[in-house]
């Protein structure tokens, strides 16, 4: 009498269950070489890390002068607004000095 309800199985998408919300963007994070924003003493910053495999070219790093060679990682930094005119290249470590600048000196 009752028929037999027809539970269709499409639909039955998998979920692997344990994934953490937030995965995605880790991922996005790491398929972009991982950008984040960045407050510094000088206004606000949009940065990438480059990995040495992404780094192709030489850049002239704004912090030291001295060149990037290719196959060195280092941070890529531009303003949030704005067409992406001032990007620049720098040394990871000139990067951090820059933000800790001023920090660590208060003045007298
Ligand atoms: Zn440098």
Same mark, same amino acid.
């Given at each position: ?11 039955? +998408? ?12 880790? +991922?996005? +994070? ?14 606000? $910053? ?43 290249? $720098?040394?990871?470590?000139? $990067?951090?000095?820059?933000?800790? =600048?001023?920090?660590?000196?208060? =003045?007298?």
């Amino acid at each position: 009498m009752s028929p037999r309800r027809n539970t269709s199985r499409r639909g039955a +998408l998998r979920k692997g269950g344990g994934r953490p919300s937030g995965d995605d963007d880790a +991922l996005f +994070l790491r398929i972009t070489g991982g950008q984040a924003r960045e407050n510094g003493p000088d206004g606000e $910053w949009v940065i990438r890390r480059i990995s040495g495999a992404a780094a192709a070219k030489h850049y002239r790093c704004p912090g030291c002068h001295q060149e990037i060679p290719p196959g060195m990682p280092h941070v890529v930094a531009w303003r949030p607004f704005g067409d992406g005119e001032d990007r620049r290249h $720098w040394h990871s470590s000139c $990067w951090e000095r820059r933000t800790h =600048r001023g920090v660590r000196h208060p =003045r007298r």
